[in-house]
């Protein structure tokens, strides 16, 4: 049963669609000063602490704020979430913040996109599993949440589902084994037409 589940997740092409990474960079930033010396930014106080700092490639917005801590979002890669780290530290040493270091980046969310080759009865699934919301009339998706490892799926009828809450690909693909165990019973020969 195990080496089902694995060849069903190895078939099962989970494709990272945004990382949320967080990082200190353990200095004061000027985001008065930063805002003027950069096109890219926008930045209101009265409705919010930080500055939002957009990359152009790899396209993704940083949450900067003034104590130095750094929120990454929309890079699909860990390497994207350095290449654009680097990127701030380089626009913050043109006025004058010194980083020293390297900044330790701590991955707080990966949300990832995939299908499984079964159609899926929701109403089944929601009767069979713990830990499920399914309101048809509201939204066309059941949200299912695991505990171990902690990640939340939302699943569709036709198969397709995307999958938020894991921090590496090794909780993601864990996460995707134990949905698949869970819902194997549920999903016996309603295999899914290409």
């Not at 000063?33 to 939002?52: A, D």
């Not at 590496?168 to 165990?181: I, P, T, Y």
């Amino acid at each position: 049963m195990i080496e089902a589940e694995e060849k069903m997740v190895n078939k099962t092409k989970l494709k990272i669609q945004n990382i949320v990474a967080t990082t200190s960079l353990n200095t004061k930033v000027p985001l008065v000063k930063l805002m003027r010396s950069q096109s890219n930014t926008e930045y209101n106080p009265e409705q919010f602490p930080g500055l939002v700092l957009r990359i152009k490639k790899p396209k993704s917005a940083v949450l900067v704020f003034s104590s130095g801590n750094l929120v990454c979002t929309g890079t699909k890669s860990i390497v994207q979430v350095k290449e654009v780290i680097v990127q701030v530290i380089k626009q913050l040493r043109k006025i004058g913040v010194k980083v020293k270091g390297k900044p330790k980046i701590n991955v707080q969310n990966i949300v990832a996109s995939g299908a499984i080759k079964y159609m899926l009865n929701l109403n089944e699934i929601t009767l069979s599993l713990e830990n499920t919301e399914y309101e048809p009339e509201q939204f066309p998706g059941l949200v299912y949440k695991l505990d171990e490892p902690n990640a939340t799926f939302l699943l569709f009828s036709n198969g397709k589902l995307v999958c938020t809450g894991t921090k590496n690909r090794r909780q993601l693909d864990e996460a995707m084994k134990q949905l698949l165990k869970n819902i194997r019973p549920l999903v016996v020969g309603r295999r899914r037409k290409k």
